[in-house]
């Protein structure tokens, strides 16, 4: 996409509709090659310590065979650190998660463990690997994340996504675009994403510190519907218009 908002399509869904039966089919390739030709500018996967969807093959694949870059979404765990160290995805998004959750739940907590996410930072920076730290709209989460060395963040956009209140949602808007301010201000690079759909994704894309948006569900689940490729399409194209508008 090019309009300075670049688009990460995250397809653990295809993975979870795979696992679900335990095929080889939907083939997790296919379907990033197949979002790459629609206009996807990168791929994102989380490694989940469960492997509830996306498989270590997986991401192994796709180190290898994209166009691409990818973006390894992974716990800050010893585990997931040896193996992005090993595959050596070109990014990496550190989140919180836990076993219980269906889906990330909220920012990582980096204030509250600087030390552990700078060494993690550092182990993965050692291995040419781009880190990013997914966060909450809070400044006190933005000056621990710089403290980290982290060169990005991506802004948890889920409480603005789901916001059922016109004043709620202009609420998490205005943290969401401090946030995007003063991150930039300070040197960093800015990605959003979670919750995102075509309802609710103009706002912020119209966040002009932004350069990268990761979406994963909305657009799958649109593919039931129109085909990955077109939700992509869809999708890239709500962006572009927003920008512009």
């Known amino acids: 996409m090019n309009n300075g908002l670049r688009l990460g399509v995250n397809i653990d869904h ?4 795979r696992q679900a039966r335990g095929t080889d ?53 010893a585990e997931m650190l040896g193996i992005a160290c090993a595959v050596k995805p070109p990014h990496c998004c550190l989140v919180p998660e836990k076993r219980e959750e269906l889906t990330t739940e909220g920012g990582l907590d980096v204030a509250g463990q600087v ?31 710089l403290i980290t060395g982290a060169p990005v963040i991506e802004i948890h956009t889920g409480c603005y996504a789901d916001a059922t209140q016109l004043s709620e949602r202009d609420f998490e808007l205005k943290r969401i675009q401090v946030m995007a301010e003063r991150a930039k201000q300070a040197g960093l690079e800015v990605h959003g994403g979670h919750g995102l759909n075509l309802f609710n ?45």
């Open 25 to 77: 089919y939907p083939d997790v390739i296919e379907a990033a090659n197949t979002a790459i030709a629609a206009g996807a500018d990168g791929i994102t996967v989380h490694l989940r310590e469960d492997r509830r969807h996306i498989q270590d093959k997986d991401v192994e694949a796709l180190c290898d065979g994209l166009s691409v870059p990818l973006n390894l979404e992974m716990a800050v765990a």
């Open 115 to 145: 030390s552990r996410i700078r060494d993690a930072c550092q182990q993965l920076a050692e291995a040419c690997i781009r880190v990013s730290l997914f966060v909450d709209p809070d400044l006190d989460q933005l000056e621990a994340a």
């Open 14 to 17: 295809v993975a979870t509709l």
């Open 201 to 245: 994704v103009d706002n912020i894309a119209r966040i002009h510190e932004l350069s990268e948006l990761n979406i994963g569900h909305s657009i799958v689940a649109d593919s039931v519907f129109y085909g990955l490729r077109n939700a992509v399409i869809r999708m890239s194209d709500a962006i572009k218009e927003a920008r512009y508008r």
